[in-house]
């Protein structure tokens, strides 16, 4: 999944997106935005019981 942090212009009130592939998140400040990536990369590299099953 290719994750892309970027400032816009377009809605005011959410200054900054994330991008998810094709999937769009705004946000109000970079910080959320932030933090909302590290949450997301943190839970990608987490250990998932289903895939320990299927090895």
Not at 22 to 43: K, W
Not at 47 to 54: K, Y
Request: hydrophobic share 40%.
């Amino acid at each position: 999944m290719k994750v892309v942090l970027e400032a816009t212009g377009k809605k005011p009130d959410r200054p900054w997106q994330v991008r998810l592939d094709q999937h769009v998140v705004g946000f109000r400040s970079e910080a959320e935005a932030r933090a909302f990536i590290d949450t997301l990369q943190a839970r990608i590299r987490a250990p998932h019981p289903l895939f320990r099953q299927a090895g």
